[in-house]
């Protein structure tokens, strides 16, 4: 598909992401598609007031579509286009010793809406019941006062290391680094689209526990021992107990629920139903 047809000239087709201000700055009779990612109740109203020119609204999955068929148009199709989760290459699996790692983390946005009070009660609760258990906190906001009293409320001062946020670029090179620790991701969001974060982890064969949400059960194909029910902070701790003492097998099982997305020839179809491309 030529996007671009030169200095000057239009595209052929103008996709805007969960960015309306943007529908005020495209060419009149532009073939225009409006991609939507955001769970956050206030961020996707915009969807119902979209202009009739619109070709479609786009989202990264099925249960997604769903959600937000009611908020977009009548007029307006509403289509599923997957996110792309490339396959990661991993010559071998990491040595494993006798005694699982016990190291948890979570990386990515940090806030209400992704629930991050909930992953660190959940910390507190594994740090109970393992002395020996290792917690990593990647994301932006991590100066914020509030998840220092969160830290020292839960006694994870000196137990749980804060990272800032990785660029795109050092996701793959973080996540390496969490296989060989074999750690678990952990999730405790209260809305996801698709739920690329861990879907990354899972490529890179790191075995996940999610909150119990529309978005993460599709992810996991509805496997429970990947999922916890939301703000019950015990059964999460015991899962991720139990993920980490079964990391090898549970690390496989990751991949393979996650395999179909890296289909680049699912991916083109998708793309090319989408968008209206013959």
């Known amino acids: 598909m030529k996007l671009h047809q030169g200095e000057g000239e239009d595209f052929d087709r103008y996709v805007i992401v969960d960015c309306p201000d943007g529908l005020t700055i495209i060419p009149p009779h532009a073939d225009v598609y409006v991609e939507c990612h955001t769970t956050y109740p206030d961020s996707k109203q915009y969807l119902r007031d979209l202009p009739s020119s619109i070709r479609a609204v786009l989202s990264p999955s099925d249960q997604f579509s769903g959600e937000i068929r009611p908020l977009v148009p009548s007029r307006t199709p509403v289509r599923t286009l997957w996110n792309y989760v490339p396959e990661v290459k991993r010559a071998t699996l990491p040595k494993l010793n006798s005694e699982p790692s016990f190291t948890f983390f979570h990386y990515g946005r940090m806030d209400f809406w992704k629930n991050d009070a909930e992953v660190v009660a959940t910390f507190a609760e594994v740090a109970r019941n393992e002395p020996r258990a290792k917690f990593i906190l990647c994301g932006d906001n991590l100066g914020e006062d509030r998840y220092f009293r969160y830290l020292s409320d839960a006694g994870l001062i000196g137990r749980c290391r804060l990272m800032p946020s990785i660029s795109f670029e050092d996701v793959d090179t973080f996540l390496r680094q969490m296989v060989e ?34 978005g993460h059960r599709a ?30 097998d549970v690390s496989r099982t990751a991949r393979d629920m996650i395999e179909d997305y890296a289909d680049v020839h699912m991916i083109n179809r998708a793309w090319k139903s989408a968008m209206d491309l013959s």
């Open 181 to 214: 620790a074999r750690a678990i991701f952990i999730s405790s969001s209260r809305g996801e689209s698709f739920g690329l974060a861990a879907a990354e982890a899972m490529s890179h064969g790191i075995p996940v526990l999610l909150s119990d949400i529309r």
């Open 219 to 248: 992810l996991v194909r509805s496997q429970e021992a990947f999922l916890y029910p939301l703000y019950d902070t015990s059964s999460a701790a015991e899962k991720l107990l139990l993920l980490s003492r079964n990391w090898a």
